[in-house]
């Protein structure tokens, strides 16, 4: 059984920072590549960001570029997000997902439809 648990999340002004982390167990977390995707009230999915089994391949949503960056510790079973100068339509609940096929490429990476595995979520909420 695959675990995914998300943390980290929180209220934070417009301009500030969080980390969110997600810890991975039950399963070789290592030969998985992972994504994180968010979902606001109101609005479907969206992609956030992803990286490659190896962590050599990363790629980002067009609206989180140059200010999020995804990032994995092997050795911790667990993938990160990085997000600084977040703005108010940063809120929402942010999951990450586990792919164990593995794909490295944008098309898979970036749809919802191609992930295994999924935690519950960590509430992010930027004040303006």
């Known amino acids: 059984q695959v675990q995914l648990v998300e943390s980290g999340g929180g209220l934070v002004q417009a301009g500030g920072s969080l980390r969110l982390s997600c810890a991975v167990s039950?399963?070789?977390?290592?030969?998985?590549?992972m994504g994180w995707f968010r979902q606001a009230p109101g609005k479907e999915r969206e992609f956030v960001a992803a990286i490659s089994w190896s962590g050599g391949i990363t790629y980002y949503a067009d609206f989180v570029k140059s200010r999020f960056t995804i990032s994995r510790d092997n050795t911790k079973n667990t993938v990160y997000l990085q997000m600084n100068s977040l703005k108010p339509e940063d809120t929402a609940v942010y999951c990450c997902?586990?792919?164990?096929?593995?794909?490295?490429?944008?098309?898979?990476?970036?749809?919802?439809?191609?992930?295994?595995?999924w935690g519950q979520g960590t509430q992010v909420t930027v004040s303006s």
């Open positions: 997902a586990a792919d164990q096929a593995p794909r490295n490429t944008y098309y898979y990476l970036s749809r919802p439809r191609y992930y295994d595995y």
């Open positions: 039950g399963r070789t977390f290592s030969n998985s590549a």
